[in-house]
Each structure stands twice: as structure tokens, then as C-alpha cells.
């Protein structure tokens, strides 16, 4: 019988996509139907979808084993409690997760008139790497669409005057703003400066700007106020943890601190464990996380006066924390789909299992992942140097599109110089917005 209703479904929704595809004269819904549809095959293969450690912790949170803290972003843990206490099944965060996906990209493509559904469909479907992104419940996921989103919108703004008189447009900007704050810590310092270039570029728009920018600050204090005042929400030292980074450097480099700034960092950090190490370019656990907390402009003093005196040590601290780009023996993060774990192991005691619905369709994925990897000019599509290097480029070149690169580009400075550990998914967005590049340079036409 289970079999059976399965086809039933299959069946109906193959003939609602057709319908949709040969009769439907909206551009949007056709491009929405053939990338969500693309995406949920991916989902379906590793069903419930993939979660690794951050998850399970916010996951842990929200079900109350763990207390709530802000150690991953608020909102992200949130989310994934809402979905769970309404749908009451995790793989329903993945699946918003697409549906967001879908309709954003459906709303650029259409926008921008892009008609080649078959393109649209290669490169998100055909190309394993972006399936196998957006079906990850990482906040960086929904960080990277949100930074995409305001992205189109600064694009948008600039290819028509009038786009900012309308007050859906403003709320856009607004919610889609307050998404890349409120999905990664420092996601402010991304938003910030954008808004600040934006003033000068809009001048025209100078009082709608300041309308977003005021109505932005304003929601941050707000949430700041909720969060840490009202609810009470346990503050946690991720913010910091890249000045313990680059101090433990400065550590395996011999620099001698005084005697009152060794005995804070021995409160927070195996200062003696670090010494022995002599290992730069490792993120070493807190001792204290707390005291962390209490400790955070001390800490900072302690980090500006060494860089004063000593500016090596942060140099190669930087030279570390970017390997995952300039070296090409770091492991790309999409290996980890080819192994069993892609749904961690200590996430069995809250339910999720590794259970999928179309296994022969996850062997096809891996096998094509495999081959393409295996083949030498097809490795730099796995790095996210080449991203980063076809941003600047066409950044540099192309006029047009500076506008709608440059906050992928400041996000791209702000996770090298100021992220502990760099990552692929950090880099998402520029991942992403090449596949709107390549839709460009292909059939510009389409873009006008």
C-alpha cells in the first residue's frame, strides 16, 4: 500500500510539474518548479537532509538538553526548533531550506528574464555541488542565500531609479539585511559597509537609504534587548575566538607577555599545552569559555599591544587560517557526502537516521562527485580560490556587476581576516553568485 500512495504522489506531481512547465506563462514559476524539483532529489537521496555537529548542538538546544546560548546564532537554532516543534521531523528544515533556496533563485532568474530552464537546471541539479550545499542545515546555508538576496536587491536598485520607491523593495532590503546579520555573528561587518557605499552610490536615494539603514540599527538593538535582556540568552565567546587564535600564535612564537596578562590567558587557554605544541595553525579549545565572556577587552588590549610590537606572528596566523584556500592538499568539505556520516553519529539520540528514499540516485551523486574530483581539470571547481579569484576578476573588469559582487567580496575579507576557521560553506555566496555569472556571460542578452 506504501509503495502504491509513493507512485501515486510521483505520479501527480510529475503531471502538476508538466502542466506547470508546457501551459505556464510565469517565468518565475517554471524556474521555481524545475530548481525545487531538482533539489528535492537531492534531498529525497540524503534524506533527512545533512546535518553535522553545529546542528546537533542547536538541535540539543532546542529540545532541552542543552541551555540556549549564542554560541551559533539565535535565530538559526530558532528556526530549527520551530520546524521541529511544528512538523515535528528535522528533514522539514532542510526542505524550507530548499523552498528558500528555489524561490530566490527563481526571482533572480526571472528578473533578470533568463529564459534557458535547461541551463538553470544543469547547474543546479546536473553539477553536485550546489545540491549537496543547499541540502545542509549549516547557518551558513541560509546566511549565504540571505547575502545573495540583498545582493540582487543592491543590483536591482542600481539598474532602476525607481525601485526603492516601492515600500515591499525597502522591506526587502530591510529583512534580508537582518537575515546576514542575525545568521553569522559577523555578518554585521558585512552589512555595515555595504550600506555605508551604498549612501554614496544611491545619493539620490539618500532618504529611503537612510530609512533601511535606520530601520536596520533599529531591529538590532531590539533583538539585542530580547535576546540578552529579556529572554536572558547565555552570551558565548565566539566572538572572540579569533583573538585567542591569533594570541595562541603569538604564543608558539615565544612572545613574553607580563606576568598579568600570562595569568588571564592561563584562565581562558592551556598556555603551557600551546607552548609545547609549538603547532601554528591549530585552533586550540577554551579553557574557560566564561571567563572568556569576562575577560573580552583585556583580552584585546593584550592582542594590540603584541601586534604592535610584534606584527610577524599575525601574519602567520592569517597564513594559516586561509590555507583551506592557497593550499591544495586541504581536504574540500563535499568529500564528506561519500562517507556514512553525513548525518553525525550523536545525532541518533534525537531521532535522525540516515534513511534514504532514493539510494541508487545518492550512488549516481557520489559516483559523478568521485569522477569529477578525480579528474585534474575539473579539481579547481572543488576550491574556493576559484571563486574568489572569478569574483575579483570580473569585479575588475566589469563595471556592471561590481554592485552586485561586492558584498560576496567583503563577506570573502571578513571570513579570511576575522573567522577562526575558514571553510567552503563560508564562502558560499561566492559559489553561488558564480552560477549567476556564468548565466550572464553565457546569454548577457538575457540580463537586459
Not at 537521496?45 to 551559533?72: C, E, K, R
Not at 542545515?137 to 525601485?163: E, P, R, V
Not at 579549545?285 to 584585546?300: D, G, P, Q
Amino acid at each position: 500500500m506504501g509503495v502504491l500512495l509513493n507512485c501515486l504522489i510521483l505520479i501527480l506531481y510529475v503531471l502538476i510539474l508538466s502542466i506547470i512547465l508546457t501551459f505556464s506563462s510565469s517565468l518565475f514559476l517554471k524556474h521555481f518548479s524545475t530548481i525545487f524539483t531538482s533539489l528535492l532529489i537531492y534531498l529525497l537521496a540524503y534524506f533527512p537532509g545533512s546535518y553535522t555537529y553545529d546542528s546537533w548542538v542547536q538541535i540539543l538546544q532546542v529540545i532541552g538538553i542543552m541551555p540556549f546560548n549564542d554560541w551559533h546564532t539565535l535565530l538559526h537554532t530558532i528556526s530549527i526548533g520551530i520546524v521541529l516543534k511544528v512538523f515535528h521531523h528535522i528533514a522539514s528544515y532542510s526542505l524550507f531550506q530548499i523552498i528558500f533556496a528555489s524561490i530566490l533563485f527563481a526571482w533572480i532568474l526571472s528578473k533578470l528574464k533568463f529564459k534557458n530552464l535547461k541551463l538553470a537546471l544543469f547547474l543546479v541539479f546536473a553539477f553536485p555541488t550546489t545540491g549537496l550545499l543547499l541540502i545542509n542545515a549549516w547557518k551558513d546555508t541560509y546566511y549565504s542565500l540571505s547575502l545573495i538576496w540583498f545582493s540582487f536587491l543592491i543590483y536591482f536598485a542600481y539598474q532602476d531609479k525607481n525601485y526603492l520607491k516601492s515600500s515591499l523593495n525597502l522591506l526587502a532590503f530591510v529583512i534580508s539585511a537582518m537575515l546576514v546579520i542575525l545568521f553569522r555573528h559577523n555578518g554585521i561587518l558585512v552589512i555595515i559597509p555595504v550600506l555605508i557605499i551604498m549612501l554614496f552610490v544611491f545619493k539620490e536615494q539618500f532618504k529611503k537609504l537612510l530609512i533601511i539603514t535606520s530601520s536596520i540599527i533599529l531591529l538590532f538593538i531590539i533583538y539585542q534587548i530580547i535576546a540578552f535582556n529579556i529572554l536572558k540568552i547565555e552570551k558565548g565567546g565566539v566572538r572572540y575566538l579569533k583573538v585567542i587564535d591569533i594570541i595562541s600564535t603569538y604564543i608558539v612564537e615565544g612572545y613574553k607577555f607580563d606576568e598579568k596578562e600570562r595569568k588571564i590567558l592561563e584562565e581562558i587557554i592551556p598556555v603551557k599545552d600551546i607552548e609545547k605544541s609549538k603547532n601554528k595553525c591549530y585552533y586550540y579549545t577554551l579553557s574557560n569559555s566564561h571567563k572568556l565572556i569576562e575577560y573580552n577587552h583585556e583580552i584585546l588590549k593584550i592582542l594590540l599591544k603584541a601586534i604592535i610590537k610584534d606584527i610577524k606572528p599575525l601574519i602567520e596566523n592569517m597564513i594559516c587560517s586561509s590555507r583551506f584556500i592557497w593550499n591544495p592538499k586541504v581536504r574540500t568539505y563535499f568529500f564528506s557526502y561519500t562517507r556514512d556520516d553525513y548525518i553525525y553519529s550523536n545525532v541518533y539520540q534525537v531521532g535522525l537516521y540516515p534513511d534514504s528514499k532514493l539510494p541508487h540516485i545518492q550512488t549516481i551523486i557520489e559516483v559523478s562527485l568521485k569522477a569529477l574530483t578525480s579528474i585534474l581539470i575539473s579539481k579547481p571547481l572543488f576550491k574556493p580560490i576559484t571563486y574568489i579569484l572569478i569574483l575579483l576578476i570580473v569585479f575588475l573588469v566589469n563595471k556592471n556587476l561590481r554592485i552586485v559582487l561586492l558584498p560576496s567580496l567583503l563577506n570573502t575579507l571578513v571570513i579570511l581576516f576575522l573567522s577562526q576557521i575558514n571553510h567552503f560553506r563560508f564562502l558560499l555566496s561566492d559559489y553561488l553568485i558564480t552560477l549567476f555569472l556564468i548565466f550572464y556571460f553565457l546569454k548577457p542578452n538575457a540580463f537586459k
